[in-house]
């Protein structure tokens, strides 16, 4: 079977790859977010967690800084994976069918998560990933 990941090192930003020095973070542009979109959409793989995001279309890296994430605000990877796509999502500006069958992918849940703790992670994220 071909290996199915997306790597996001043609698609780092160029402000990214010469601040690398501050931090070693992958960074998740518009063009990276559309891959991942698009390889999720095209194979559709059961996401019950964060660690089929690495088998599925994302880069490992990113999958380690969502579990630190998860592992720092206490939360579960569920949680963190749903808001990680609905972000991912947003970025990727697809559309609403394509970020249907996307979200459909993880478990079901609330598509967002309100209160300081939602506006906690989805900053940890952002910050972290895109």
Known sequence: MQDASVSLSPSISQSQSQSQSQSQSPRIDRLAARRIVSQLRRDRPSLT?????ADAAVDLE??????HIAHRLSLDGESVLRVFLEILLEVADVSADEGRIVLG????????YAGREGRELRRAIREALF
């Not at 990113?62 to 579990?67: E, R, W």
């Not at 992918?105 to 967002?112: H, Q």
């Open 62 to 67: 990113v999958v380690l800084a969502l579990q």
């Open 105 to 112: 992918l993880a478990p079901a849940g609330p598509s967002t």
């Open 49 to 53: 967690g964060l660690l089929e995001l």
